[in-house]
């Protein structure tokens, strides 16, 4: 990309709330470069929304200094004309809306990112993993334990860098040497919350920091809420790990749905205020999660399902319901006759027999003297 | 109901294992004083099913003194035949079966019980709380929370009698001065488990102790599978409160599935081997309960239904997207023009001066020297 062409981007970056369906539109038909110059000309033949969603900012050119920021970061700027924009996951974005607080869900313009990820191979194989702030210590476990097992199966953890469950799901994707991606909802040089930059520079040396934002931009809620919708769609299926009542977690949830993606939630104790959100979610649609192998199942190739879980298995599951009567008519100490056998099973003794003749080849009953006993386990 | 009517009964109770479809049929045709004397006598007219399954039991008669240990107990025998025999309970027990291993879910012939509470009034409104017996102290605890819960909603608690899950709940049912009903898999008078003998004679005084099985009757594996499908029968829902992966509750679930009854489950951490169960059944059709207000919703009469979850409301809450974006762009120290606000909220500085008035009026922001603040709160 040229020089000319990437300042023009990075301009139209800051131009307009993101995201902005006329700018996107604008962009399509006449190129960046064009688009930028005729919004900061305020040229009349504007589209009337986007001349006046442009208005407030039209003047303000940083995209030197913004892209020398990314450049210090060793970032990259990912456009709609980009290699590495991953456009099939974001094709679900389009003409998606949750409520009327949230800005529509189109695709994003331009996107900042720093890392040696790749989106495209994120978005191929990835879960969303996220969760309240508030978390306890067994979401933090529970979300540390699923980034691990998504890790192993080679599946991307995607996130929002916030406290509580978002930390946890970053924090052992890395130490499981996994890619994990933060997707931020302020610039990418903005430490949000503060306690995380370590955290980010971290991920943005092995895995990938993601924001529709250029640098600088604080977060806002409106910002939150529009980028949990990169979440949702980073994410080939997004589970909440704790979610309060009110919770950001269940609207990256709504994202998901509103995109015809699986939403999956962990239950935990109906005592826990962190897990009313995700028993809210279980009623509704969302899937039951209990270990990792559920996440790829939701997200995986054709056949990949999880396996069945592990019942205990007893001797005695292979009787006959004969052949229980009559194992269970004998004492636990002492023996019986095949008449006190029939009598307890309530079983003809001509049916005594067939049974004590199987659970004898069984090993489970033995014959002593005439009369019956279970054998010495 | 005469001695010698009552004699038959509990000749008949005890002669097949229940239940028993033809020995139904015949009493049915024939009455019990006539259909007992027919299987003690061996009549050559009757069926060959039937003939096969007295044949160990049919000299067996232990009647006179199994009504003698129940008249000591002060307990009833409830037959078919009677007032308080609980037929629209059990009507949907008719040809449901679960497995082979099971006998099919008929309608008890006769039940023996002790207690002063009414069937028919406790199948009219009731819940089964049952579970696992290796509950966890969570386990437990939510399951007298529960069963208060219920109580204080008029709802008798039915279950099994069994350490655990079914303890906690029959515990706090008496507690708050509630109706329990234990229906047990062996006599009335046998006290299984053992340490449970108090807790029996209590449920005893104050609601209800059922059983299929005649007095003296040790339990078996196929009379607990058999005494599952009377506690779904007997509750108007049945919640599995927890349950390992393999769980004799997650059979009492299929019973009352089987029946058409409503299957709840509670969910709990997923780090706990006994609330595996518990999410298998949630992952299938089982509703995911949280309190009691939900148990009465599955329960309850038409409109009963559980009060929505209380929300934390914040006075953003019902700001309009550019109230919210003009209010977010405003610092939390200091104050801004309307241009630096329109920037920054990127509006047009037209769209700033209406919501900024509406935020003046609510209290959220004060102007000062021409610039706005927020206010202090």
């Not at 930390?167 to 949000?192: E, S, W």
């Amino acid at each position: 990309m040229d020089a000319v062409t990437r300042r023009a981007w990075a301009y139209l970056s800051r131009v307009a709330e993101p995201p902005n369906p006329e700018l996107a539109q604008l962009v399509c038909k006449v190129g960046a470069v064009e688009a930028a110059d005729l919004v900061r000309r305020r040229d009349r033949n504007l589209d009337d929304r986007l001349k006046r969603s442009t208005q407030a900012r039209h003047e303000l050119d940083c995209a030197e200094s913004d892209l020398d920021i990314l450049d210090r970061m060793a970032g990259r700027l990912v456009t709609v004309d980009d290699d590495e924009y991953p456009g099939l996951a974001f094709t679900a974005l389009r003409h998606v809306t949750v409520d009327d607080k949230r800005p529509q869900a189109h695709a994003p313009l331009v996107l900042w990112t720093v890392g040696p990820a790749s989106m495209i191979d994120v978005a191929e194989r990835s879960a969303a993993l996220v969760g309240t702030r508030a978390a306890s210590a067994y979401g933090e476990y529970v979300a540390g334990d699923l980034a691990v097992g998504l890790v192993e199966r080679d599946v991307a953890v995607v996130s929002g860098g916030a406290y509580g469950i978002d930390g946890a799901a970053h924090r052992a994707t890395l130490a499981a040497d996994g890619v994990t991606v933060a997707v931020l909802a302020c610039g990418i040089d903005v430490p949000y919350p503060s306690g995380h930059s370590a955290l980010f520079h971290r991920i943005s040396r092995s895995g990938l920091l993601v924001s529709e934002y250029p640098p600088g931009m604080r977060p806002t809620r409106r910002q939150f809420l529009s980028r949990n919708r990169l979440v949702a769609a980073l994410g080939r299926a997004t589970v909440v790990v704790e979610a309060g009542v009110r919770s950001g977690a269940a609207n990256t949830a709504a994202w998901a749905d509103a995109m015809g993606r699986m939403v999956g939630a962990v239950p935990g104790p109906i005592t826990s205020a962190s897990s009313v959100g995700c028993h809210t979610l279980i009623d509704g649609d969302a899937k039951v999660i209990t270990r990792a192998a559920d996440i790829v199942e939701l997200i995986g190739r054709m056949g990949e399902l999880a396996p069945d879980l592990e019942r205990p298995v007893s001797e005695l599951d292979a009787l006959t319901g004969a052949e229980l009567a009559v194992y269970e008519a004998l004492p636990r100490r002492g023996s019986r006759t095949v008449d006190e056998i029939a009598v307890t099973a309530g079983l003809p003794v001509t049916d005594v027999l067939g049974p004590l003749t199987m659970l004898d080849v069984r090993g489970l009953v033995t014959q002593v003297d005439g009369c019956w006993k279970l054998a010495k386990r």
